[in-house]
């Protein structure tokens, strides 16, 4: 157990709308990110957050929107969702802003039918 | 931009067997090297990483060593275990303070299975 936790873990929706995906850090770390897994894209960095303040920003689409709460659990907001959104989700944190090393959530699964 | 590339899969092997998979990446600076691992149905699991040139990683029986001249981090093991099947992946983060520290640039990743 990472210490990351995700929810949900499965998620299916359809095309069009929208959904939230929650984490919630390791005890302790002030960064999060979010990293999108999809079979011909592969494990791609969407968004860094530290300390409720974006950081960085990576192959994010305008449709995809994040945040951290004072209470440093993150969202992943996607919005009109297309197939090509469907992926495994996973989010990750560490104590520092940059990564000497980041541990990982299980994921969460969204397919868009 | 920074990036990794892996040895194509997917890879098997028997038990007890060798194992290298090779990652080299290219990057500004001086990046953190890992390699993480994802079993079925889980998230990714570090396994271990470098800091810096000619630092050696190691955990598990899995050793790597940062290699800045080849610009590689390949992966090996001694004798491998069915339990170490499992999706393998080279990654890179830039140096603190760098215009994109903080992310994890991924290889494509390695699928190994070990057979019995």
């Known amino acids: 157990d990472s210490g990351v936790t995700q929810t949900p873990k499965h998620l299916i929706t359809a095309t069009g709308q929208r959904v939230t995906l929650r984490c919630s850090p390791r005890?302790?770390?002030?960064?999060v990110y979010w990293y999108q897994q999809s079979l011909d894209q592969g494990l791609q960095f969407l968004i860094q957050?530290?300390?409720?303040?974006?950081?960085a920003k990576g192959n994010i689409l305008e449709r995809f929107s994040a945040q951290q709460f004072p209470d440093l659990h993150s969202e992943l907001n996607l919005s009109s969702l297309e197939l090509g959104d469907s992926a495994l989700y996973f989010c990750?944190?560490?104590?520092?802003?940059?990564?000497?090393?980041?541990?990982f959530g299980q994921g969460t699964r969204l397919t868009v039918v | 931009g920074d990036s990794v590339t892996q040895m194509e899969g997917p890879v098997t092997l028997s038990e007890e067997a060798f194992l290298t998979i090779n990652c080299t990446y290219t990057?500004?600076?001086?990046?953190?090297l890992f390699w993480y691992v994802q079993y079925p149905g889980e998230g990714l699991q570090l396994l271990l990483k470098?800091?810096?040139?000619?630092d050696k990683g190691s955990n598990k029986g899995f050793e790597a060593t940062y290699r800045k001249e080849t610009t590689s981090f390949h992966l090996e093991k001694g004798s491998v275990q069915v339990s170490d099947s499992a999706v393998y992946f080279c990654?890179?983060?830039?140096?603190?303070?760098?215009?994109?520290?903080?992310?994890?640039?991924f290889g494509q990743g390695t699928i190994l299975t070990v057979h019995p």
């Open positions: 470098a800091t810096k040139a000619d």
């Open positions: 990750a944190s560490s104590t520092r802003p940059w990564n000497t090393e980041a541990f």
């Open positions: 005890s302790g770390d002030l960064s």
């Open positions: 990057a500004t600076g001086y990046p953190s």
């Open positions: 990654a890179l983060s830039a140096s603190a303070g760098g215009t994109s520290y903080g992310k994890l640039t």
């Open positions: 957050y530290y300390n409720g303040e974006e950081r």
